[in-house]
């Protein structure tokens, strides 16, 4: 079985050599109309041509329609990668979000009206973070412990508490040393 891509590529030959026969016999009928001088003929292939330019004209217009439906399919598929992207950076950030806010609450007393409104500062802050970090490629792909530790270091948090109270499973393994 052939893929479409060869079949496109086979189309695509065939179509230009339509197109350049139509054209070799387009010129030849221009030129004897020209030469003749028998009104009757003249008329006849004065027709022919204008069937051969018709079809010449179909041809190019069949190659321009095949030319914007392949750039809209490559459109159409780039925005399914930047969709998906996208995607992905928003389960990313939704994931780091939830680590920070988990710290940051963990961290800050909400029953202290000084520390709630901290804690809530830290957690806007961290979202500016975050809504400008996943605009960067390969932020989906990037581990939450990574980001986790940037963010960590742009708020000023101290990362190995941060994993320790993130339920970092590494900090869990590690013996307690208290």
């Known amino acids: 079985m052939d893929n479409s891509g060869d079949r496109a590529a086979r189309h695509e030959a065939v179509l230009k050599r339509v ?7 387009a010129e030849d009928l221009a030129d ?36 914007r439906y392949e750039a809209a399919g490559e459109r159409a598929e780039a925005d399914r ?26 961290e800050y007393d909400e029953g202290d009206d000084d520390e709630f409104a901290e804690g809530g500062e830290l957690i806007e802050r961290a979202e500016e973070w975050l809504s400008e970090a996943a605009e960067a490629e390969g932020f989906a792909e990037t581990s939450v412990g990574v980001h986790l530790a940037r963010l960590c270091a742009h708020l000023g948090l101290d990362w190995p508490a941060a994993q320790d109270s993130c339920g970092d499973p590494a900090a869990a393994a590690r013996p307690n040393s208290s």
């Open 81 to 106: 990668a930047k969709a998906a992207a996208r995607e992905g950076a928003e389960r990313r950030s939704a994931q780091v979000k939830a680590r920070v806010e988990r710290l940051v609450w963990n």
């Open 32 to 67: 004897a109309v020209v030469a003749t001088r028998d009104e009757d003929k003249k008329a006849r292939l004065a027709g022919a041509y204008h069937k051969i330019t018709r079809g010449l004209r179909q041809a190019v217009a069949l190659e321009a329609r095949l030319a």
């Open 19 to 25: 197109q350049q026969l139509s054209l070799a016999l």
